[in-house]
C-alpha cells in the first residue's frame, strides 16, 4: 500500500483501533524518605526532557481571610532562591536553550521546565531550589503584589466575560472555598504579613506535600542518583498539611443574577454542580459536554450558531476538580437575540438529551472523540509528566495514564441520558445573564 493511502486509512480509523494499537506509557514510581513522591518516564524519541514538580495545594487550602495564596507563590517561587539571584531563574533556562512554565488551580500548583537532555540536573538543581530555599522576603512580597494584581486587570476586571468563573463560584458555593476565585482577593494579598507568606510556605511547599515527575530523554539509574542529590536532603515538613473537608449543601433551586460587565454582546452563564473528577458519573457528564460542544458539528453549535443563528458562540465544559465542582454551558448571543431566546434555545437541546438516548451512530463518534483527546493529551513529554503526576496526586495510581480511557468507554449511552436528568436541570444550577453596561438600570 502506497504511503499516501497509509495516511488516509489512519485517519478514517476508529480511535479505538488506533488506542489499542498504542504502546502503554511505562513509567517507575518510587518515594524518598522525606515523603518525596518520583515518577520518572523515559522516551528516547526526542533529546528533551520535562522536569516536573506538582504540590497538592490550591486556593481551596486558602484561609478564608488570605486568599489568593497558592497563586501568589507560583509567582513568587520564581522570585529566586539563597543560590539564586532575583530574575535569574529565568535566564539558568533560556541560556540552556529550554522553556519553563508554571500554573494553579483550585486543588493544586504546577511547575515545569522543559530542557534539552544533558540539562536533566539544572532542572533538578532548580526545583530543589524553590523546595528548600525560596526567597519569601520583602522585596519579593511586594514585587509580585504588584504583578498579581496587574494580571487580575488584565484578565479578570478588564477582561470581556473574564468575571464569569468568579461571578459563577461565588453563588454555586456558600461554604466550600471553592466559592473564592483562585487569584483570590487583593486586599488579602495587601493585608497578609510577611509571617503570614513565609508560614504557607513552610506548610505546603514540603517534599511530602509533593510529586517530581519526569518524562523524557532520561537514563533512569543516573536520574535517581541525581534526583537523591538534589532532593533527598530535603528535610520532611514537621506541620500537618490543611485538607479541607468542607461538604457543600446541594442547590435547592436555581439562584439568577444578572451581571453587567464592559461587553457589547449579551451572554447566558449555565453552571451545573457536578460531581467531582474520577467518580462514575463525572465521566459521563465529562462526555454528555462533548456531545453538547465539541467540534462545529456538535449539538449546541448545530442548533445555536447554524441552524437557528442565535448565538455567536456556545459551550459547554466540566471542570476537573478534586472535588463535587461545576459544569458551565454558555452561549453570547448573536446580534438582535435576546438572552431570553437564547437560553430557551440552550434549554431545548438540554432536555432534549435528556429525554431522548442518542443515536448510535453518533455515540461511537463522541467514543471516538473521547479516546482521541485521551491520546493527544499525553502526546508531549510534558503532557506525560504533568498527567502522571496529576492520577498520582488525586488518585494515588499513576496508571490511570494509560487505563482512565477505560472508565469513559464504559459510560452507556444511557447513563449519558441518567446525568443529563441528573445533574443538568434548572434546579441545579447557577444562571447568569451578561448584559452590556449602558442598559444597567
Known amino acids: 500500500m502506497k504511503i499516501r493511502n497509509l495516511f488516509i486509512l489512519s485517519l478514517l480509523l476508529p480511535a479505538s483501533l488506533l488506542v489499542a494499537q498504542s504502546n ?59 543560590n539564586i539571584g532575583r530574575g535569574e531563574f529565568d535566564k539558568y533556562i533560556q541560556r540552556a536553550g529550554g522553556t519553563l512554565n508554571a500554573n494553579t488551580t483550585w486543588d493544586r500548583t504546577y511547575y515545569y521546565e522543559i530542557l534539552p537532555a544533558n540539562e536533566l540536573a539544572l532542572g533538578l538543581w532548580l526545583e530543589s ?49 471553592y466559592r473564592w476565585p483562585v487569584i483570590g482577593a487583593m486586599e488579602h494579598l495587601d493585608a497578609a504579613t510577611d509571617d503570614d507568606y513565609v508560614n504557607f510556605y513552610k506548610d505546603f511547599y514540603v517534599p511530602n506535600n509533593a510529586i517530581l515527575s519526569i518524562a ?9 542518583k541525581l534526583i537523591a542529590q538534589y532532593f533527598g536532603t530535603i528535610p520532611k515538613g514537621t506541620r500537618p498539611v490543611y485538607r479541607p473537608n468542607v461538604v457543600e449543601p446541594p442547590l435547592k433551586s436555581e439562584i439568577r443574577d444578572t451581571v453587567y460587565d464592559n461587553i457589547q454582546l449579551p451572554a447566558v452563564i449555565q453552571t451545573y454542580r457536578t460531581p467531582a473528577q474520577g467518580t462514575p458519573d463525572h465521566y459521563a457528564v465529562k462526555m454528555l459536554s462533548t456531545l453538547l460542544s465539541q467540534g462545529e458539528s456538535s449539538r449546541l453549535y448545530k442548533a445555536l450558531v447554524d441552524d437557528q443563528q ?28 435576546s438572552p431570553k431566546d437564547l437560553e430557551a434555545a440552550m434549554d431545548a437541546e438540554l432536555k432534549r438529551v435528556s429525554e431522548e438516548l442518542i443515536p448510535e451512530t453518533e455515540f461511537q463518534k463522541l467514543r471516538n472523540q473521547i479516546e482521541n483527546d485521551f491520546v493527544t493529551a499525553n502526546g508531549t513529554v510534558v503532557g506525560i509528566a504533568e498527567n502522571l503526576a496529576n492520577y498520582e496526586m488525586y488518585f494515588g ?45
Do not use: C, W
Open 24 to 82: 502503554n506509557i511505562k513509567f517507575e514510581k518510587y518515594t524518598l524518605d522525606n515523603g518525596l513522591k518520583v515518577i520518572l518516564h523515559q522516551d528516547k524519541s526526542t533529546p528533551i526532557v520535562a522536569v516536573s514538580v506538582m504540590y497538592h495545594v490550591g486556593s481551596k487550602n486558602e484561609k478564608p481571610d488570605r486568599t489568593g495564596f497558592a497563586h501568589f507563590f507560583e509567582h513568587l517561587l520564581f522570585e529566586g532562591s539563597a
Open 129 to 177: 531550589e524553590r523546595m528548600l530555599h525560596a526567597k519569601v522576603e520583602k522585596e519579593g512580597i511586594e514585587t509580585q503584589r504588584q504583578v498579581v494584581k496587574e494580571e487580575r486587570r488584565q484578565r479578570v476586571d478588564n477582561q470581556p466575560y473574564g468575571s464569569i468563573i468568579e461571578e459563577t463560584f461565588k453563588r454555586a458555593y456558600t461554604q466550600h472555598p
Open 216 to 224: 523524557g530523554d532520561i537514563d533512569i539509574a543516573e536520574a535517581k
Open 310 to 337: 442565535k448565538a455567536l458562540f456556545v459551550g459547554s465544559f466540566p471542570l476537573e476538580m478534586e472535588h463535587p465542582g461545576v459544569s458551565i454551558t454558555f452561549g453570547i448571543a448573536n446580534s438582535g437575540t
Open 397 to 441: 495510581d499513576a496508571n490511570l495514564v494509560n487505563t482512565e480511557i477505560e472508565r469513559y468507554m464504559k459510560v452507556t449511552r444511557e447513563d449519558i441520558r441518567r446525568v443529563a436528568q441528573k445533574y443538568f436541570h434548572p434546579n441545579n444550577r447557577v444562571s447568569l445573564t451578561y448584559l452590556p453596561h449602558p442598559v444597567k438600570p
